[in-house]
């Protein structure tokens, strides 16, 4: 496979970047070999700097619902570029793409645009702690919501500990306000807060969790936590950064009819630009400055080729409601792969959830908490990882990262994926 251009950028790169890379996943230390350096993007394939072209099942993480490029994006991220990159002000975009949410999230009164995930979370615990005047955070296990000092922990033993730092430069101080239990488990969050109710200003959770691959909640988890934190007085945070319009106009919470008190978006709701958000009712979000106490700003906030990338998404998806095309393209994917490897001996198990899906291969039964998915065979899906490379198909670098269909990955694209699948798996030493 010729890849000597992906190979030269990669040793300059290094020169100027750390590992050469500006986000860890991409240096490919899970998967091994050289990554490739993306050159253009069209539809569901991506085409590399060597002239090498893939069908992409990462979508830049998920926020390309539509595949790259869509005409209804570009046209709108064009028309606001050539009024100005940004103001520093408020423009109209931000209250267009604010009433969308609000339309798909009823319980949502006030939006505060940000620019990540990981500032929506950041700002979400913040306003929590300020609204309780409490200290401690429950969070899951192999549920992941940024990189802020927070949420940086280690499982604490037992499921109920406060957490360990699991990356230098993070104060051992900052992270014993953070408990760590497992995901699924509403024993354990009962447990937690028998102890310690009285002290948890929220328990925040992936009501899908998306970063240890994809693990759905067991039937009553979420209502558990939901009637946990009211008990409590606690705030329940939903992280929907991954799932927020994935799964449906709206989220999990829509879907399931399960109210958090917080909300937090992104991803999709940039278009595929830096992007996210903060959401809940008035009389928590009245906290944030100018309006209460509460500070939190950002000088790209609200950033208007972002909101317009937006609002064009939003309004294509209200429009053309793909959610059971989409549905059905995943689940037909699934059910071909699981042939291939069943026809191979390989046990693998599926997760879904719409338009995302994970791949595990363990020979237990069900995937439903981060233990059960650390059991997948890293090195298996390393070596189909590049096996598939060859044959044209690009996974996400890690056996934890789940993959991504968009619009574009019709019943063509789906047919391609399953023949590279089947050659990839036949010509490997996976059989």
């Excluded at 069908?55 to 606001?80: K, N, Q, S, W």
């Excluded at 802020?148 to 037992?158: E, M, Q, Y």
């Excluded at 945070?237 to 917080?262: L, M, N, W």
């Amino acid at each position: 496979m010729n890849i000597e251009r992906s190979t030269h950028l990669f040793v300059e790169a290094k020169r100027c970047l750390p590992g050469g890379v500006s986000s860890p996943v991409r240096a490919y230390n899970a998967v091994g070999g050289v990554p490739r350096f993306i050159n253009e993007g069209r539809g569901a394939y991506i085409f590399d700097v060597d002239g090498r072209k893939y069908v992409d099942y990462v979508m830049a993480y998920g926020p390309l619902i539509f595949g790259h490029r869509h005409p209804a994006v570009t046209e709108a991220i064009e028309e606001a570029l050539a009024r100005g990159t940004g103001f520093g002000a408020p423009s109209e975009s931000e209250i267009r793409l604010a009433g969308l949410i609000k339309e798909a999230f009823p319980f949502v009164d006030l939006v505060r645009f940000v620019n990540s995930g990981t500032e929506a979370t950041m700002s979400a615990v913040r306003l929590a702690r300020a609204q309780t005047g409490r200290d401690y955070v429950l969070k899951f296990e192999g549920c992941y919501h940024g990189h802020a000092d927070t949420f940086l922990v280690r499982p604490g033993s037992g499921g109920s500990t406060s957490g360990i730092p699991s990356s230098p430069g993070i104060p051992k101080e900052v992270v014993r306000y953070t408990l760590v239990t497992p995901y699924n488990d509403i024993g354990a969050v009962e447990r937690i807060f028998e102890q310690k109710g009285r002290k948890i200003a929220a328990i925040i959770v992936e009501p899908v969790a998306g970063n240890m691959g994809v693990v759905l909640p067991k039937k009553g988890f979420l209502q558990g936590l939901r009637e946990a934190s009211k008990s409590y007085g606690a705030l329940l945070i939903f992280d929907e950064v991954i799932t927020g319009f994935r799964v449906a106009f709206g989220g999990i919470s829509t879907k399931i009819g399960v109210e958090p008190d917080i909300l937090t978006l992104g991803k999709i709701i940039g278009g595929g630009l830096p992007v996210g958000a903060l959401c809940g009712k008035r009389s928590v979000m009245e906290l944030l400055a100018p309006q209460g106490p509460l500070y939190q700003a950002g000088t790209f906030s609200g950033n208007p080729l972002s909101m317009s990338a937006g609002m064009a998404t939003l309004r294509t998806l209200k429009e053309e409601n793909p959610y059971g095309a989409l549905r059905r393209r995943t689940e037909r994917l699934i059910e071909g792969l699981r042939d291939i490897f069943k026809a191979k001996g390989i046990p693998v198990v599926f997760n879904h959830e719409t338009a995302v899906f994970s791949m595990f291969f363990t020979r237990g039964e069900r995937v439903m908490n981060l233990s059960d998915a650390q059991s997948t065979d890293k090195k298996l899906y390393a070596e189909l990882f590049h096996a598939l490379l060859a044959e044209g198909v690009m996974l996400p670098p890690s056996p934890y990262e789940a993959l991504f269909l968009s619009t574009a990955h019709g019943d063509t694209v789906i047919e391609e994926t399953l023949k590279a699948f089947g050659k990839a798996v036949a010509r490997s030493s996976l059989t």
